[in-house]
T-cell receptor, first 115, second 108 residues
Framework: GAVVSQHPSWVICKSGTSVKIECRSL??????MFWYRQFPKQSLMLMAT?????????EQGVEKDKFLINHASLTLSTLTVTSAHPEDSSFYIC???????????FGPGTRLTVT | QKEVEQDPGPLSVPEGAIVSLNCTYS??????FMWYRQYSRKGPELLMY????GNKEDGRFTAQVDKSSKYISLFIRDSQPSDSATYLC????????FGTGTSLTVIP
């Protein structure tokens, strides 16, 4: 099956610093990747849709200047949380859409803790 | 009204029981239906994928779609403690819509 990786799997950073999370599709090319946020015992919240070579589309209420998304290649998308604050602490999950547009595969997630 | 409705549970069953997980939806344009399993602190894992009404079986798992009722189900036979997880339904035309997830615990 399609494999999506994320790095790092967990990160602790100080308030005010920036953190970059990488999402890679390992065995397929992903023209579209998605970034989600998930709080404990809650469902996935779509943050943005990332298309290779173009600007990301952000969901309502998501600050695009705070959550910078770059989809530089067909196998890599990055999410940078800028000037992180404790309220940004969450589980961030990426997913990638395969050539079959109706299949979406998730990465293992990145747990971000901002102190 | 949400596009996809899913009972969050929690659902607790004894080992060996048959589990039924369900979602309803409102958009008749949905054509593709998926079930994901998410263990705690992990990303969701695609379990089943179907695009038509009827049943699709994979081992102990059966996905059922009833487009006329806008209702999908996931059945787990001979449930195991390792099945304890949150199960999310998802459906799509072009955009994906997820249910809120049902938390399942299988008690040994």
């Amino acid at each position: 099956g399609a494999v999506v990786s994320q790095h790092p799997s967990w990160v602790i950073c100080k308030s005010g610093t920036s953190v970059k999370i990488e999402c890679r599709s390992l065995d397929f090319q992903a023209t579209t990747m998605f970034w989600y946020r998930q709080f404990p015992k809650q469902s996935l919240m779509l943050m943005a849709t990332s298309n290779e070579g173009s600007k990301a589309t952000y969901e309502q209420g998501v600050e695009k200047d705070k959550f910078l998304i770059n989809h530089a290649s067909l196998t890599l998308s990055t999410l940078t949380v800028t000037s992180a604050h404790p309220e940004d602490s969450s589980f961030y999950i990426c997913s990638a859409r395969t050539g079959n547009r109706n299949e979406q595969y998730f990465g293992p997630g990145t747990r971000l803790t901002v102190t | 009204q949400k596009e996809v409705e899913q009972d969050p549970g929690p659902l607790s069953v004894p080992e060996g029981a048959i589990v039924s997980l369900n979602c309803t939806y409102s958009n008749s344009a949905f054509q593709y239906f998926m079930w994901y399993r998410q263990y705690s602190r992990k990303g969701p894992e695609l379990l089943m994928y179907t695009y038509s009404s009827g049943n699709k079986e994979d081992g102990r798992f059966t996905a059922q779609v009833d487009k006329s009722s806008k209702y999908i189900s996931l059945f787990i036979r001979d449930s195991q403690p390792s099945d304890s997880a949150t199960y999310l339904c998802a459906m799509t035309t072009d955009q994906f819509y997820f249910g809120t997830g049902t938390s399942l615990t299988v008690i040994p």
